[in-house]
Protein backbone atom coordinates (compact mmCIF):
# COMPACT_ATOMS: atom_id res chain seq x y z
CA UNK A 1 0.00 0.00 0.00
CA UNK A 2 1.67 3.53 -1.05
CA UNK A 3 2.23 5.91 1.12
CA UNK A 4 1.48 9.78 0.62
CA UNK A 5 2.90 12.79 2.13
CA UNK A 6 0.20 16.12 2.83
CA UNK A 7 1.72 17.73 -0.69
CA UNK A 8 0.68 14.77 -2.58
CA UNK A 9 -2.25 14.59 -1.03
CA UNK A 10 -2.93 18.40 -1.52
CA UNK A 11 -2.55 18.25 -5.16
CA UNK A 12 -4.35 15.28 -6.06
CA UNK A 13 -7.51 16.55 -4.11
CA UNK A 14 -6.88 20.04 -5.34
CA UNK A 15 -6.63 21.66 -1.92
CA UNK A 16 -4.38 24.11 -0.09
CA UNK A 17 -2.19 22.33 2.39
CA UNK A 18 -4.07 24.19 4.91
CA UNK A 19 -7.31 23.06 4.03
CA UNK A 20 -6.07 19.76 4.31
CA UNK A 21 -4.45 20.15 7.73
CA UNK A 22 -8.16 21.11 8.69
CA UNK A 23 -10.21 18.72 7.53
CA UNK A 24 -7.15 15.76 8.85
CA UNK A 25 -7.49 17.81 12.25
CA UNK A 26 -11.68 17.25 12.19
CA UNK A 27 -11.48 14.14 11.03
CA UNK A 28 -8.96 13.38 13.97
CA UNK A 29 -10.87 15.33 16.84
CA UNK A 30 -13.99 13.06 15.55
CA UNK A 31 -11.56 9.82 16.14
CA UNK A 32 -10.67 9.27 12.24
CA UNK A 33 -6.95 7.65 12.48
CA UNK A 34 -4.53 9.12 10.51
CA UNK A 35 -0.98 7.71 11.30
CA UNK A 36 1.93 10.14 11.86
CA UNK A 37 5.79 9.12 11.44
CA UNK A 38 8.32 9.15 14.37
CA UNK A 39 8.65 13.30 14.25
CA UNK A 40 4.93 13.70 14.21
CA UNK A 41 4.33 14.64 10.56
CA UNK A 42 0.50 13.01 9.15
CA UNK A 43 1.29 10.36 6.28
CA UNK A 44 -1.94 9.35 3.99
CA UNK A 45 -2.75 6.03 2.56
CA UNK A 46 -5.67 4.99 0.21
CA UNK A 47 -7.90 5.13 2.84
CA UNK A 48 -7.49 8.32 3.67
CA UNK A 49 -7.52 9.53 0.41
CA UNK A 50 -11.08 7.90 -0.13
CA UNK A 51 -12.25 9.68 3.08
CA UNK A 52 -10.98 12.84 2.47
CA UNK A 53 -12.84 12.81 -0.62
CA UNK A 54 -15.50 11.16 1.09
CA UNK A 55 -15.44 14.59 3.26
CA UNK A 56 -15.85 16.77 -0.20
CA UNK A 57 -18.37 14.86 -1.75
CA UNK A 58 -21.05 15.58 1.44
CA UNK A 59 -19.84 19.30 1.25
CA UNK A 60 -20.36 19.07 -2.55
CA UNK A 61 -23.84 18.24 -1.94
CA UNK A 62 -24.48 21.18 0.44
CA UNK A 63 -23.60 19.60 3.92
CA UNK A 64 -21.43 21.80 6.54
CA UNK A 65 -17.66 20.64 6.93
CA UNK A 66 -18.65 19.90 10.62
CA UNK A 67 -21.69 16.68 9.63
CA UNK A 68 -19.42 15.92 6.23
CA UNK A 69 -16.78 14.51 8.53
CA UNK A 70 -19.52 13.02 11.60
CA UNK A 71 -21.07 11.54 9.01
CA UNK A 72 -18.04 10.12 6.97
CA UNK A 73 -16.26 9.15 10.52
CA UNK A 74 -19.58 7.18 11.50
CA UNK A 75 -18.57 4.83 8.51
CA UNK A 76 -15.79 4.23 10.12
CA UNK A 77 -15.85 0.14 11.51
CA UNK A 78 -14.26 -1.56 14.54
CA UNK A 79 -11.36 -3.10 11.62
CA UNK A 80 -10.87 -0.18 9.48
CA UNK A 81 -12.38 2.07 7.16
CA UNK A 82 -15.85 0.76 5.95
CA UNK A 83 -16.60 3.28 3.61
CA UNK A 84 -19.88 3.01 1.61
CA UNK A 85 -18.36 2.86 -2.24
CA UNK A 86 -21.25 1.91 -3.91
CA UNK A 87 -23.09 4.94 -3.27
CA UNK A 88 -20.00 6.75 -4.57
CA UNK A 89 -20.48 4.28 -7.84
CA UNK A 90 -24.27 4.95 -8.04
CA UNK A 91 -23.49 8.66 -7.62
CA UNK A 92 -20.78 8.38 -10.39
CA UNK A 93 -22.87 6.02 -12.47
CA UNK A 94 -25.40 8.78 -12.09
CA UNK A 95 -23.64 11.79 -12.83
CA UNK A 96 -22.59 10.15 -16.07
CA UNK A 97 -26.06 9.26 -17.20
CA UNK A 98 -26.27 13.03 -16.74
CA UNK A 99 -23.34 13.57 -18.55
CA UNK A 100 -24.11 11.41 -21.17
CA UNK A 101 -27.54 12.90 -21.56
CA UNK A 102 -25.79 16.58 -22.12
CA UNK A 103 -23.63 15.43 -24.39
CA UNK A 104 -26.45 14.07 -26.93
CA UNK A 105 -28.56 16.95 -26.08
CA UNK A 106 -25.77 18.88 -27.38
CA UNK A 107 -25.15 16.73 -30.31
CA UNK A 108 -28.63 16.93 -31.39
CA UNK A 109 -28.59 20.66 -30.74
CA UNK A 110 -25.37 20.77 -33.12
CA UNK A 111 -27.22 18.83 -35.74
CA UNK A 112 -30.04 20.71 -35.83
CA UNK A 113 -28.18 24.06 -36.07
CA UNK A 114 -26.03 22.72 -39.03
CA UNK A 115 -28.85 21.47 -40.43
CA UNK A 116 -30.40 24.63 -40.52
CA UNK A 117 -26.79 26.31 -41.39
CA UNK A 118 -27.04 23.76 -45.04
CA UNK A 119 -30.47 25.32 -45.76
CA UNK A 120 -29.77 28.96 -45.40
CA UNK A 121 -26.59 28.65 -47.44
CA UNK A 122 -28.82 26.99 -49.95
CA UNK A 123 -30.88 29.54 -49.66
CA UNK A 124 -28.43 31.54 -50.65
CA UNK A 125 -27.07 30.00 -53.55
CA UNK A 126 -30.10 29.84 -55.43
CA UNK A 127 -31.06 33.52 -54.46
CA UNK A 128 -27.73 33.97 -56.29
CA UNK A 129 -28.15 31.95 -59.15
CA UNK A 130 -31.86 33.77 -59.53
CA UNK A 131 -30.32 37.33 -59.22
CA UNK A 132 -27.46 36.62 -61.45
CA UNK A 133 -30.02 35.43 -64.21
CA UNK A 134 -31.64 38.28 -64.47
CA UNK A 135 -29.07 40.09 -64.23
CA UNK A 136 -27.97 38.22 -67.76
CA UNK A 137 -31.31 38.96 -69.15
CA UNK A 138 -31.43 42.12 -68.38
CA UNK A 139 -28.03 43.00 -69.91
CA UNK A 140 -29.57 40.94 -72.73
CA UNK A 141 -32.60 42.99 -73.31
CA UNK A 142 -30.49 46.44 -73.13
CA UNK A 143 -28.13 45.26 -75.69
CA UNK A 144 -30.82 44.54 -77.75
CA UNK A 145 -32.68 47.65 -77.38
CA UNK A 146 -29.37 49.20 -78.47
CA UNK A 147 -28.94 47.18 -81.18
CA UNK A 148 -32.18 48.18 -82.01
CA UNK A 149 -32.05 51.75 -81.83
CA UNK A 150 -28.54 51.36 -83.60
CA UNK A 151 -30.57 49.79 -87.04
CA UNK A 152 -33.10 52.77 -86.51
CA UNK A 153 -31.51 55.67 -86.21
CA UNK A 154 -32.09 58.16 -88.16
CA UNK A 155 -29.21 60.01 -90.15
CA UNK A 156 -30.91 63.05 -91.81
CA UNK A 157 -30.77 66.30 -91.14
CA UNK A 158 -33.09 68.17 -88.35
CA UNK A 159 -34.80 69.39 -91.39
CA UNK A 160 -35.26 66.58 -93.39
CA UNK A 161 -37.03 65.11 -90.59
CA UNK A 162 -39.37 67.78 -89.31
CA UNK A 163 -40.68 68.00 -93.12
CA UNK A 164 -40.46 63.86 -93.79
CA UNK A 165 -38.24 64.35 -96.66
CA UNK A 166 -36.68 61.27 -97.78
CA UNK A 167 -33.33 61.15 -99.24
Known amino acids: MKVY ?9 DMQSS ?3 KYSVLLESYGYEIERNSRGHRFYRDKDIMTLRSVITCMDSGVTLDESVKQVVKHKGDNGYRHDISNDTDQYSSDMQEIKGMVQQQSDLIHELTKRLDEQQKYIDES ?3 RDRQLTNTMHELLEDKKQLAEHKDNRGFIARLFNINK
Do not use: K, N, S
Open 128 to 130: LIE
Open 5 to 13: GPREIADLL
Open 19 to 21: TLR
